[in-house]
């Protein structure tokens, strides 16, 4: 009896590389510490005037910054708006105001980080403030092969295993698509080289599921899933096509589900619906674009979860172009392309996963869903629908829910 075998396409665009403007850091107005208020009295009023004025007001002084005579007081609870109002109506008083608390947006130093429109769109450089991710927490990446010495990925990878050819040969294949999708996911972030990863830090398990045709089958998707499962992964990200996924790759799934981790996969290439029931063992990832549009060539349907930027996505790659001089040309190395797929959405949403479980290592893949559920930007009709799936992730509002 012949056996069907299913493979599975990798569809890659090669966009030019885009330059984008760096986010700086902001202040959020709507938050202050509780119970605080900064207070600058007039030159002309000695520090015991300003503390019995301040007595007279049930307020404390709890910290001074003498280089500008402003005072750190605290307040009475549910008295602060009273205090606020006596102290700006005191006419010896040069201003008072709350201790507004500001976002700390972490901005790698990372040289090609302002090219990296996504990691601003997703709120990754606030979310960062909040955790940073671990190296305890592992990201399998199944994919084509990995470029182990390239320099924004030296360093990044645990173990590695290839499950097309059973062996440990996690080398990459010739189109270079597993480097691109690692650089996603947990790029070395803050080194001073390069670029910036979702995962920041994040450890990366490389797990080879295709030839050097790019290609991988169920089975080899199946073993490369459970492998990681059995190998500590807490996420495995699957930058092809499986759409909801047929048996053999869903009870791997499931199996890494019961074993407390999530499967996370592009939800394709193809710009069309794709008529499949949802998988709840499979994350299903679109693409979006600058404007958080679905990307034109996000396939869609009711298996599609969440989604994230895929268009001119800046990353790692294992590429080289041909430079000309006055003796002619010649080959120089490009350690980063701008590139386009769902297979660069799905990696960004393992990276968020794989920081999720940095900030909660107890929680469970439900409650991981659950987070991804209720912190994701809903663009298109009310709750959930076939292009954005629950909506458009958001680190920091993610791990805000973390806590």
């Not at 493979?7 to 330059?19: C, E």
């Not at 994919?143 to 040969?169: C, I, P, R």
């Not at 679109?286 to 404007?291: C, Q, V």
């Not at 799905?346 to 107890?362: E, F, Q, R, T």
Request: a negative charge; proline letters at 4%.
């Amino acid at each position: 009896m012949k056996k069907v075998i299913s493979l599975i396409a990798i569809s890659i665009l090669i966009t030019s590389i885009i330059l984008f403007t760096p986010v700086s850091a902001q202040s959020n107005p709507d938050k202050f510490v509780p119970n605080r208020l900064l207070v600058k009295f007039n030159d002309d009023i000695s520090k015991n005037q300003a503390h019995g004025m301040l007595n007279h007001n049930n307020a404390r002084v709890t910290d001074e910054i003498s280089q500008i005579g402003v005072l750190v007081i605290t307040v009475p609870d549910n008295a602060i708006d009273k205090v606020e109002t006596a102290l700006r109506n005191n006419p010896n008083v040069e201003y008072v105001e709350r201790d507004s608390i500001f976002d700390s947006q972490i901005t790698p130093n990372d040289p090609e980080f302002s090219k990296q429109w996504h990691l601003s769109k997703i709120q990754a450089e606030k979310g960062w403030s909040q955790s940073s991710g671990s190296p305890n927490v592992v990201v399998a990446v199944l994919d084509t092969g990995f470029d182990s010495d390239h320099q924004d990925l030296t360093g990044k990878f645990v173990g590695g295993y290839n499950a097309y050819s059973n062996n440990n040969d996690w080398s990459p294949a010739k189109c270079g698509h597993g480097t691109a999708v690692a650089g996603v996911v947990a790029a070395s972030t803050n080194n001073e080289i390069g670029i910036a990863g979702v995962g920041w830090n994040s450890s990366i398990l490389p797990i080879k599921v295709t030839g050097d045709d790019c290609y991988s089958t169920s089975s080899v998707l199946a073993k490369g899933i459970t492998y990681a499962s059995d190998h500590g992964a807490k996420v495995a990200n699957i930058s092809f096509s499986i759409y909801g996924g047929d048996k053999t790759v869903t009870s791997a799934a499931r199996y890494m589900y019961n074993h407390g981790g999530l499967a996370v996969a592009a939800s394709g290439n193809s710009g069309q619906l794709v008529n499949v029931r949802d998988n709840p063992y499979i994350i299903s990832v679109g693409a979006t674009d600058f404007d958080d549009r679905i990307a034109d060539f996000s396939s869609f349907g009711k298996y599609v979860d969440f989604s994230a930027p895929g268009v001119a996505i800046y990353t790692t790659c294992v590429c080289s172009s041909v430079m000309g001089n006055l003796t002619g040309n010649y080959y120089s190395t490009v350690y980063y392309i701008s590139a386009s797929g769902t297979s660069f959405s799905s990696p960004m949403v393992s990276g968020l996963v794989g920081l999720i479980m940095s900030a909660n290592p107890n929680l469970t893949p439900s409650q991981v869903y659950d987070i991804l559920k209720q912190s994701s930007t809903d663009l298109g009709t009310d709750g959930r629908d076939n292009y954005f799936g629950w909506g458009r992730i958001d680190v920091n509002k993610a791990l805000e829910l973390t806590k």
